[in-house]
């Protein structure tokens, strides 16, 4: 009997000891892997925006220029819209303007109906409604338009340029534009403006912080302008035509990432 109880203790044991080493096992996720101690700590960083922006005065303009004529057959008021057209292209020219620096926009006939009459009345005691009725519109006429985009090169001369379009036979003036022809150097002087507001307050956040900069891990940059300053213009007489160019602006957004150290 006293051995049997020896059996049944030693029996107990290796169980409870199976159980122990089994337990860990069981209790984590099937596939979880126990990762190891991290061997250092992560280093510290700072990531700061930095802005800049630059003005700058436009030195060139676009001016969408057009002829629109009217007559009661389409061929005339083509044969009109060409004449007047052509007209407007060599006073270009003889402005100062390139050839490659006028370009056809829009080309366009349309005709011109009179107006939709009004419907006769209808009896009241009819029980279903009637298909609404169109009354054919006679033809009155033909309209042609015919535009171009004209580039300016000489800013002051765009007063001028509209005033000699106008006396050529433009009766359109739809809209002008002003640009900068060398953005490229604005960009570059606005990332630099950027990068030391940036630097700026990295160093100021990182003094807060007991701290010193390090290397750069990371640098995104957004850029933005310079857009075309659109303005509308109406003109139909040979009045000079006050020009306002204003500034444009050039800017960049950087976001930088330093490590602490």
Do not use: H
Not at 132 to 155: C, F, H, S, W
């Amino acid at each position: 009997m006293k051995q049997w109880y020896m059996r049944l203790a030693v029996s107990l044991s290796a169980l409870l000891l199976v159980s122990l080493v089994a337990w860990p096992a069981a209790s984590n996720p099937v596939g979880a892997q126990m990762q190891p101690p991290l061997t250092e700590t992560t280093p510290r960083t700072i990531t700061v925006s930095g802005m800049g922006e630059v003005d700058a005065r436009p030195d060139r303009a676009v001016v969408n220029l057009g002829v629109e004529t009217q007559a009661q057959s389409a061929s005339e008021a083509i044969a009109q819209n060409n004449e007047q057209m052509q007209a407007l292209i060599n006073a270009m020219t003889d402005a100062g303007i390139a050839d490659e620096n006028i370009q056809t926009q829009v080309v366009r006939l349309s005709p011109q109906y009179e107006d939709q009459p009004p419907l006769p009345p209808q009896p009241t005691e009819q029980v279903q409604p009637m298909q609404q009725q169109t009354v054919p519109r006679a033809i009155l006429g033909y309209v042609a338009v015919n535009t171009v985009q004209v580039r300016v090169e000489d800013l002051e001369s765009v007063g001028e340029i509209l005033d000699a379009a106008i006396e050529a036979g433009s009766n359109r003036i739809d809209g002008i534009s002003f640009e900068i022809s060398d953005s490229a150097q604005l960009l570059v002087e606005a990332r630099e403006a950027a990068w030391n507001n940036a630097l700026q307050k990295a160093e100021q956040l990182a003094a807060l912080a007991g701290a010193e900069l390090g290397e750069v891990l990371n640098i995104n940059a957004s850029d933005q302008g310079p857009f075309p300053v659109m303005q509308e213009t109406f003109a139909m007489d040979a009045a000079r035509v006050p020009i306002q160019p204003g500034m444009q602006s050039v800017s960049t957004n950087l976001q930088v990432t330093w490590r602490l150290q």
